[in-house]
Structures are given as structure tokens and as C-alpha cells.
């Protein structure tokens, strides 16, 4: 059942190409040098724009999972599958990136002062097992249920874990909020922006690409069957 | 109210199961107080006051998982989960009936657990006790869930800790505050933030859970 609203795949595919050059560009020729942390700091505009991509595909996951558990419509099954894949292919890079700056600014691959790292390996610990419980129960119906409500607590959990990274922070040392809002105009906003955009359209591209193979896979298999 | 009979009902079954038969309880208690006098070893004669308190949490979070574990497996090895669907109760009494007899379980091992721990390390403060009773409740509402979800996968339970863990790290934050903060209040707020939001989403969505 197609859907016309839908933008067709090369037109996808063409604007998540132009937008990425044009963010990689702009990060690394327009956008200026962070006054106190210099060149390294430009990892963030990856960082930030794959984090946020990141937790919409989560989010988009558990919607389709909710659709699904009112439409009981396997198709929306597939979608949050694929949704959840991006999201975890995506926070597997938010850990790389955030452990590259970790070990440029602070010398250690690794903190536990990172709030956004801590929160991304618990996601990443949580949507493994979503993948391991996904593997283990046979396709049908009760595979589509059990994931689907597994995918709903993941959008519980993000912001249940996110307070209680930041409690358990506070029990080591208090944290001290430097949050006066940096310095956040002029060219970093628009490259920012454009980052975000760039990573956004990127992830929906390979979401669609994942989709259509993966219905392409179903449907290939049920002409075999009818043909056995 | 008959919602009310029903979870009652079904939470006599369980405890009546578990008095004549004695499978659950015993191994609990015996695997809690093991656990500590491994911990013992392992971490030397004086551990600090933090170190001590992560000791406990550690062994209440797999104490129950061992339990949880085996919540739903009587129901599938007799096939009884069936009988239950199709019962003309609502489903979520399953669930809240499971979640009732897991808590009596690990709330009777504790019951040994907290004391021999007193006695082997530190003397627990109240609100570290509130914190655990608190932290018992998430644990046992989200584990009884994933448990009846575990039970329906091939790997059982190989499944259950990998499903509960991720879910238990925030239980283990607010239990450890509890214990170990000077002003404990926002750590039990927040176990009750977890057990109100938790029971909510396992009440809405464990219809899905045993039905197709």
C-alpha cells in the first residue's frame, strides 16, 4: 500500500547528499573557532545534530510501536523496528564522537561525568536487548506486540534515566551549571542548524533505503511461497 | 471491586503455589546471603560506607531477578497462562496479581537479607530501608512485566536479566541515594516518580503482552 505523500527516494537520497557536504563544509570553512577550546570543539556540531537525530528515531520507534498497538497493522511493526536500528546505529556514533572529544579535552576515552555519554550507553544497553528479545520470539503477531511494548518504555526510560544520571552526579560531587548560554549566534546557529538539518534528512534517507529493502525482503519471500 | 477480588485471587494462587511447593523462597534467601559473603571476599573486611551500600543494591537487584525469573515460568511449563487469558477477568490483573506475589517473595527475603547485612557490614539507616521498600515496588511491577515477556522467548532466561538491568539502573540511583545522601528526600521522590511511571505503563500495556 503505497502512500503518495511520500517524497520519493532519489529526491531524499540527492538532498541528504547536498546538505551533508554543505554541513561538513560550513563545519569545518565557515563556522569559527570555539575561543577556548579551539579546533576540537567542531566535533559537536556532529556530536549534538547525530544525538538529537538519534533520539528521534526513538521517539519516531515507539510511535510506530504505539500506531501498531492500536492499528495491530504489521507494516507499522517493520517501520518501528527500523526506526529503533537507526536510532541505535546512530548512538553508537554519539558514544564515538563524545568518547573522541572526551580524550581531546580531558585525556580520558571515557567519563562518567558526561551526562549525554551515560545516558546514550544505557539507551545503547536498553535497545541491544530490545534486538536480542526481537531474535528471540518467532515472526508473527507476538513478536510485533512484544517489541512494540519494549519500544514504548524506551521513551520512558529516556527521561527517567536522564534524572537519574544527573541525581546520581550529584552524589559524587554537585554539579555546578555553567550553563550561561554560551555563546550561541551569528554563524554557529546557522551551521549548527544546518548540521542538524544535514543529519536529520540523512537518518530518514536511511530509514526509507532500510525500509524498502526490508519490504522488498518480505514481499520476495511471500512470491516463493506462493510459488513452492 | 471485582477488579479488586480478582488480583486477590490470583495472588492467593501464587503464594498458596509457592507455600506447598517452596521452590522460590529458599533459593532467594540462600542466594542473598551468599551473595554477601562473596562480597565479603571480594572487596576485603572493611569496605567503605558507599562501597558497603552499591554491595547491597547489587544483591537486592539480582535477588530479584532470580525470583522474577521464574515468576511466569509455572504458567507456561502447565500451560496455565492460557487458562488465565481467557479467564473473564481483565488481563492487567495478571500482571498486578504477579507484581503482589514477587513483592511478598522478595520482600520476605529482605526481611532476612537486611539484617544479615547489618550484622556482616554497615547498620542501615531508615530512609536507606524506606528506599529499599520503595525500590521493591518499581522492581517487582517492571520485572513481573518483563518477566512474562521473557517467558515467551525462545531464550527465557538468558533474556530476563539483559530486559531488566538497563531498566533497573535508574532503581539502583534513587535506592543507593537513599542510602547514602544527607538530605535522602529527592532520591525516594524519585523511586516514587520511577514506580508510579513504571506501574502505569506495565497496567496500559500488559493486555499486548499475553495476547495476540
Known amino acids: 500500500m503505497g502512500r503518495s505523500y511520500r517524497i520519493p527516494l532519489p529526491a531524499l537520497a540527492a538532498s541528504a547528499f547536498v546538505l551533508v557536504t554543505l554541513a561538513i563544509a560550513m563545519v569545518f570553512f565557515v563556522a569559527p573557532n570555539d575561543a577556548d577550546q579551539g579546533f576540537?570543539?567542531?566535533?559537536?556540531?556532529?556530536?549534538?545534530?547525530?544525538?538529537?537525530?538519534?533520539?528521534?528515531?526513538?521517539?519516531?520507534?515507539?510511535?510506530?510501536?504505539?500506531?501498531?498497538?492500536?492499528?495491530?497493522?504489521?507494516?507499522?511493526?517493520?517501520?518501528?523496528?527500523?526506526?529503533?536500528?537507526?536510532?541505535v546505529i546512530l548512538g553508537v556514533l554519539v558514544l564515538l564522537t563524545g568518547?573522541?572529544?572526551?580524550?581531546?579535552?580531558?585525556?580520558?576515552?571515557?567519563?562518567?561525568?558526561?551526562?549525554?555519554?551515560?545516558?546514550?550507553?544505557?539507551?545503547?544497553?536498553?535497545?541491544?536487548?530490545?534486538?536480542?528479545?526481537?531474535?528471540s520470539v518467532d515472526p508473527g503477531p507476538q513478536r510485533a506486540n512484544l517489541s512494540a511494548v519494549y519500544a514504548l518504555f524506551g521513551v520512558v526510560l529516556i527521561p527517567v534515566s536522564f534524572a537519574a544520571i544527573r541525581l546520581a552526579k550529584n552524589l559524587i560531587h554537585p554539579v555546578v551549571f555553567t550553563l550561561q548560554g554560551p555563546r550561541f549566534g551569528g554563524w554557529i546557529l546557522v551551521t549548527y542548524c544546518v548540521a542538524q538539518a544535514a543529519m536529520l534528512v540523512l537518518a530518514y534517507t536511511l530509514y526509507r533505503v532500510e525500509l524498502a529493502g526490508k519490504l522488498l525482503d518480505s514481499r520476495l519471500r511471500e512470491l516463493r511461497e506462493v510459488l513452492a | 471491586m471485582t477488579y479488586a477480588r480478582d488480583v486477590v485471587a490470583l495472588a492467593?494462587?501464587?503464594?498458596?503455589?509457592?507455600?506447598?511447593?517452596?521452590?522460590?523462597?529458599?533459593?532467594?534467601?540462600?542466594?542473598?546471603?551468599?551473595?554477601?559473603?562473596?562480597?565479603?571476599?571480594?572487596?576485603?573486611?572493611?569496605?567503605?560506607?558507599?562501597?558497603?551500600?552499591?554491595?547491597?543494591?547489587?544483591?537486592?537487584?539480582?535477588?530479584?531477578?532470580?525470583?522474577?525469573?521464574?515468576?511466569?515460568?509455572?504458567?507456561?511449563?502447565?500451560?496455565?497462562?492460557?487458562?488465565?487469558?481467557?479467564?473473564?477477568?481483565?488481563?492487567?490483573?495478571?500482571?498486578?496479581?504477579?507484581?503482589?506475589?514477587?513483592?511478598?517473595?522478595?520482600?520476605?527475603?529482605?526481611?532476612?537479607?537486611?539484617?544479615?547485612?547489618?550484622?556482616?557490614?554497615?547498620?542501615?539507616?531508615?530512609?536507606?530501608?524506606?528506599?529499599?521498600?520503595?525500590?521493591?515496588?518499581?522492581?517487582?511491577?517492571?520485572?513481573?512485566?518483563?518477566?512474562?515477556?521473557?517467558?515467551?522467548?525462545?531464550?527465557?532466561?538468558?533474556?530476563?536479566?539483559?530486559?531488566?538491568?538497563?531498566?533497573?539502573i535508574p532503581i539502583v540511583v534513587g535506592g543507593v541515594g537513599a542510602s547514602v545522601a544527607a538530605s535522602p528526600g529527592r532520591y525516594l521522590g524519585f523511586l516514587v516518580l520511577y514506580d508510579a511511571l513504571f506501574s502505569v505503563v506495565c497496567w496500559a500495556t500488559f493486555e499486548f503482552v499475553v495476547t495476540e
Open chain 1, 40 to 87: 576540537s570543539q567542531r566535533i559537536f556540531y556532529f556530536h549534538v545534530s547525530i544525538a538529537i537525530t538519534a533520539y528521534a528515531c526513538f521517539a519516531g520507534g515507539a510511535w510506530k510501536a504505539f500506531r501498531h498497538l492500536t492499528r495491530r497493522d504489521p507494516r507499522y511493526d517493520l517501520e518501528s523496528y527500523v526506526a529503533v536500528h537507526q536510532g
Open chain 1, 99 to 135: 568518547s573522541i572529544w572526551a580524550k581531546i579535552s580531558w585525556g580520558h576515552w571515557w567519563l562518567w561525568s558526561e551526562d549525554q555519554l551515560v545516558l546514550f550507553l544505557v539507551l545503547f544497553l536498553f535497545y541491544c536487548a530490545y534486538f536480542m528479545l526481537r531474535f
Open chain 2, 12 to 168: 492467593r494462587k501464587d503464594l498458596l503455589l509457592e507455600l506447598r511447593a517452596r521452590d522460590t523462597l529458599p533459593a532467594m534467601l540462600l542466594f542473598v546471603v551468599s551473595t554477601f559473603v562473596v562480597f565479603h571476599f571480594a572487596v576485603g573486611s572493611s569496605p567503605s560506607r558507599l562501597a558497603a551500600n552499591g554491595l547491597l543494591w547489587v544483591a537486592i537487584v539480582f535477588t530479584a531477578l532470580l525470583g522474577l525469573g521464574r515468576a511466569f515460568v509455572p504458567e507456561r511449563e502447565q500451560r496455565t497462562l492460557d487458562g488465565l487469558v481467557l479467564a473473564p477477568v481483565d488481563r492487567s490483573t495478571i500482571w498486578v496479581a504477579k507484581s503482589i506475589a514477587a513483592l511478598a517473595f522478595l520482600g520476605a527475603a529482605e526481611v532476612v537479607a537486611l539484617p544479615v547485612y547489618g550484622l556482616f557490614f554497615h547498620r542501615l539507616s531508615g530512609s536507606a530501608v524506606a528506599g529499599v521498600v520503595l525500590a521493591d515496588v518499581g522492581i517487582c511491577a517492571v520485572g513481573a512485566f518483563l518477566g512474562a515477556i521473557a517467558v515467551a522467548t525462545r531464550a527465557r532466561d538468558l533474556l530476563m536479566p539483559l530486559l531488566f538491568l538497563p531498566l533497573a
